[in-house]
């Protein structure tokens, strides 16, 4: 069973600290149609959400300047709109 195609085009916006990661993830999401943009830290997630809203956020919690959480707490006091959903890992 394929993607809907009414997903093809969206614009995820992926944020890691490790570089390696955000690679994998772009290459997976562009291979099914998205558009993939690149954060590799809080601050420069905010300025991309800021710049355009993307239409889903993955973001890594553990980050060295801001974390996960800190980015989540900016970004729903500044988007305009949007729905948020707060998925988390444990441990590596």
Not at 34 to 44: H, K, L, T
């Amino acid at each position: 069973m394929g993607m809907d195609n009414r997903l093809r085009g969206r614009r995820i916006l992926v944020v890691d600290d490790e570089e390696r990661m955000v690679r994998f993830i772009r290459l997976n999401l562009e291979h099914d149609g998205f558009q993939v943009i690149e954060a590799f830290n809080g601050s420069q997630a905010i300025n991309k959400v800021r710049s355009g809203l993307p239409d889903l956020v993955l973001l890594d919690v553990m980050m060295p300047d801001l974390d996960g959480f800190e980015v989540l707490k900016i970004v729903r006091k500044s988007a305009q709109s949007g729905d948020y959903v707060d998925c988390q890992r444990g441990g590596r």
